[in-house]
């Protein structure tokens, strides 16, 4: 139990086009879903928060205009990296929870975002 | 601010011992504290969660300690094997309605198990 997936798992694309990176619990609704960055040896960097149906909730330092994200239903979020230019090349991965009271997280595989 | 602190040097053990990992914490007073394993290029996965009020826990071969008075948690592998060879990350945890919300990782610590 406590599947997540991510699509696609690897993605290159020209700087200044739009990427959507796909997250979807497979067997559980997710009230809450995450979005992290992690480059090369450093740990993950929570980049934003969502709760199905309502805005997402931004960390610091994260353009909510660059990354949009989506939680349009219990089992999907989805995270756009708008006009992508090469610094934006990481490893992005998603996370779900699956209620409220659960602490702990399941994570997807990941995807690999390369911007030339 | 807060800060959390693993080993930063990779861990080499042989296979059959057991392996000690470390994560310290400051400047803040998690009401849990989780453990997640990652591999290379991969995303982590949960292993274990241990409350305040937990001294001890245990899934396994893996075992976590939680002393909130040296803010520290030890995570024990034992009877260690070349498949357990990976980067394991603590996450110390607030409590309460909006606690689980931000997960802050440690930097990790690699395991290595040779045979």
């Known amino acids: 139990g406590a599947v997540v997936s991510q699509h696609p798992s690897r993605v290159i694309c020209k700087s200044g086009t739009s990427v959507k990176i796909e997250c979807r619990s497979l067997d559980f609704q997710a009230t809450t879903m995450f979005w992290y960055r992690q480059f090369p040896k450093q740990s993950l960097m929570l980049m934003a928060t969502?709760?199905?149906?309502?805005?997402?909730?931004?960390e610091q330092g994260v353009e909510k205009d660059k990354f949009l994200i989506n939680h349009a239903s219990l089992t999907l979020s989805t995270l756009t990296v708008t006009s992508a230019h090469p610094e934006d090349s990481s490893f992005y991965i998603c996370?779900?929870?699956?209620?409220?009271?659960?602490?702990?997280?399941?994570f997807g595989p990941g995807t690999r975002l390369t911007v030339t | 601010s807060q800060k959390i602190e693993q080993n930063s040097e990779a861990l080499n053990i042989q296979e059959g011992k057991t392996a000690t990992l470390t994560c310290n914490y400051t400047?803040?007073?998690?009401?849990?504290l989780q453990w997640y394993r990652q591999d290379p290029g991969r995303g982590p996965v949960f292993l274990l969660l241990?409350?305040?009020?937990?001294k001890e826990k245990r899934k396994e071969r893996l075992k976590v300690t939680f002393d909130t008075t040296l803010k520290q948690s030890l995570f024990h592998i034992t009877a260690s094997q070349p498949a357990d060879s990976a980067t394991y990350l603590c996450?110390?945890?607030?409590?309460?309605?909006?606690?689980?919300?931000?997960?802050?990782f440690g930097t990790g610590t690699q395991l290595k198990v040779e045979l």
């Open positions: 241990i409350r305040e009020n937990e």
């Open positions: 400047n803040y007073s998690p009401a849990y």
């Open positions: 996450a110390p945890t607030l409590g309460g309605p909006g606690g689980g919300n931000k997960l802050t």
């Open positions: 969502s709760n199905e149906g309502s805005k997402a909730t931004y």
């Open positions: 996370s779900a929870r699956g209620r409220q009271g659960m602490y702990e997280q399941y």
